[in-house]
């Protein structure tokens, strides 16, 4: 997109609510060494990128370009900083060990905290901690494999596109609990928060947290093992 200076400033300030909304989406928790206000300025990042690349020939809304491209920015940015302690980064490893070991009926908070030799509250605890870092979208797991997911989508199991390659990740989902499903639904289809998910549900915005966390983290080891299979 061409823009002069004031052009591009204006624009910006026009779809600023985006990057408001894109950070309300993440899990930040009041210990961690990241803020919000960290997560806002790589935000702002990401839809100056979205401007100066936008290309309204695609025929793709600049909204849904610019929140994916904020997304991104804010999620690379993660990646690049060190918020792990020595113990966190090497629990963390350690839990992706163990569940890469389990079988998918295992994958449950109690099984993997006992592994982990932690109490459960403990380990919904790291969850929290672990959460900006943990591939936490169903995206990213597309992404590992150079895929995407449609933006026209109906139910989270149809968000999926390319059948062939993707019907792994269909029948993963299918096989999620009813509640697991729901938690993905609101929050990569109805776009609710994180908050918001949790006065559906009744539960505090932490433990929603926690359990987005723990079923990305499911998710994958089914994705994972499909691929491996296939």
Do not use: C
Request: aromatic share 8%.
């Amino acid at each position: 997109m061409k823009l002069d200076g004031r052009e591009r400033e204006e624009f910006a300030l026009r779809y600023l609510p985006l990057v408001k909304y894109v950070v309300s989406r993440f899990y930040i928790k009041e210990t961690s060494s990241i803020t919000r206000e960290d997560l806002f300025h790589w935000g702002i990042i990401g839809l100056m990128e979205a401007i100066d690349r936008f290309d309204e020939n695609k025929g793709v809304k600049f909204e849904t370009y610019a929140i994916r491209r904020i997304e991104g920015a804010i999620k690379d940015a993660l990646r690049r900083e060190d918020i792990f302690t020595r113990g966190q980064r090497e629990k963390y490893k350690r839990l992706m060990n163990i569940i890469d070991t389990l079988e998918e009926e295992e994958i449950d908070e109690k099984t993997i905290a006992d592994k982990l030799g932690m109490d459960l509250n403990s380990y919904q605890e790291f969850l929290e901690e672990i959460n900006p870092i943990v591939i936490s979208s169903v995206e990213e797991l597309l992404e590992e494999r150079g895929l995407e997911i449609s933006d026209e989508r109906e139910s989270i199991e149809d968000q999926v596109v390319n059948e062939e390659l993707l019907e792994n990740l269909k029948r993963a989902i299918k096989r999620l609990s009813d509640r697991e499903k729901q938690i993905l639904s609101l929050y990569y289809y109805e776009g609710l928060t994180l908050k918001q998910i949790g006065l559906v549900l009744g539960i505090t915005e932490s433990r929603v947290s926690q359990l987005h966390t723990q079923i990305i983290l499911k998710l994958r080891r089914m994705v994972r093992s499909e691929w491996e299979q296939a």
